[in-house]
């Protein structure tokens, strides 16, 4: 997945690539199915700490950190720690790191996301759905894979919407998903 940075650029965003994130990951993803989406759980969450993990759970944490301001930090190229035990239809149960790229927004999930930021988090898994060609229906909230878990917090189903009118190369948003 060493085109991450490209095809985000190539979708117009202002890219930032954490150093070694090329090789930063636990094995490689060889039949990428979608994107799991989350939240940091933070407003500040430094792309550093989506790289390295923490004490109880080694990074990477995700692939694509999207921040406050709409830019993107590309973190990895390999599996990454992400969405942890779960199930989903036409993914293996527990196995979801093995086969989705992890894009965590920069929120504590309590307020509504930047405009900038949700546009953003809109053009990274249209990005990224498009080169690995699949539709907008493979982007996933953490919260449907893991029941238990609450992020994003936003309407997947306007997300995926949104996601899809994207794909062609429209550019049609709706504000009905929370920005302010």
Do not use: F
Request: glycine share 12%; proline share 5%; hydrophobic share 35%.
């Amino acid at each position: 997945m060493g085109w991450l940075a490209n095809v985000l650029r190539a979708e117009g965003l202002t890219v930032t690539e954490i150093d070694g994130w090329r090789q930063r990951g636990h094995g490689y993803i060889d039949d990428a199915w979608g994107v799991v989406c989350h939240h940091t759980g933070g407003d500040t969450v430094a792309a550093d700490l989506v790289a390295d993990g923490t004490a109880d759970l080694p990074g990477p944490l995700s692939h694509i950190l999207v921040g406050r301001d709409g830019s993107a930090t590309v973190v990895a190229a390999g599996i990454a720690h992400h969405a942890g035990h779960g199930s989903y239809p036409d993914l293996p149960a527990n196995r979801a790191n093995a086969h989705t790229i992890g894009i965590h927004a920069v929120s504590a999930g309590k307020k509504p996301y930047p405009l900038e930021q949700y546009l953003a988090y809109v053009q990274c898994c249209a990005a990224v759905v498009a080169k690995i060609g699949q539709p907008a229906s493979h982007v996933i909230g953490h919260k449907e894979w893991d029941l238990t878990k609450h992020d994003p917090s936003l309407s997947m189903d306007q997300l995926r919407a949104d996601i899809a009118d994207r794909i062609p190369g429209r550019t049609r948003y709706s504000r009905r998903h929370g920005c302010r």
